[in-house]
């Protein structure tokens, strides 16, 4: 049984019993992947470098955290048996760098929300993953706070994370 095989029967099958015929699941995620609004960017500044750091400790760890980024979500929904099936995206501004002012709003908070989580999405994956000490993560952390805070820096260079919706209708027999 392949790894898509394997997460779709130990997540999905409990789901799918519960679930009445005709009824829908929805899957939301943010990828942890900053992106350049402009698609034609390149970017290597602290918060793209820190977010590559907790990759590279997730892959090392053997956890999949582009699952979504391939479009394998989608396709666990469908191996699973819902039919319907789609994946929506919405890009969500890191800092108030967007014109319009729900998106500015929607942007200050995705700021202050990784601010206060950094700690928490860091420890595991450096530490365990890839052997760092809990010095090293909260001096990563700081810098990577220090980068979201710097207007500059978001100005300069703006960031997006992916939200994505993944949703199925279970069949009606």
Not at 140 to 160: H, Y
Request: hydrophobic share 40%.
């Amino acid at each position: 049984m392949d790894r898509i095989s394997t997460n779709t029967f130990f997540f999905f099958n409990p789901l799918r019993s519960n679930l009445k015929p005709g009824g829908w699941v929805e899957l939301q995620y943010i990828d942890y992947c900053p992106r350049p609004n402009q698609r034609d960017q390149d970017i290597d500044n602290i918060i793209t470098s820190f977010f590559d750091e907790i990759n590279a400790g997730l892959s090392a760890l053997g956890v999949d955290s582009q699952l979504s980024a391939k479009g394998e979500m989608l396709q666990m929904v469908k191996e699973a048996g819902f039919q319907k099936a789609e994946e929506r995206t919405w890009m969500i501004p890191i800092g108030q760098w967007p014109k319009e002012k729900h998106f500015k709003v929607l942007g200050a908070a995705c700021q202050v929300l990784l601010s206060d989580a950094a700690a928490y999405l860091a420890r595991t994956p450096l530490v365990r993953g890839l052997g760092k000490t809990e010095a090293y993560v909260q001096e990563r952390v700081t810098e990577f706070r220090q980068g979201l805070n710097s207007q500059r820096l978001l100005q300069e260079c703006p960031l997006v994370l992916p939200f994505r919706v993944v949703y199925g209708q279970k069949p009606d027999f």
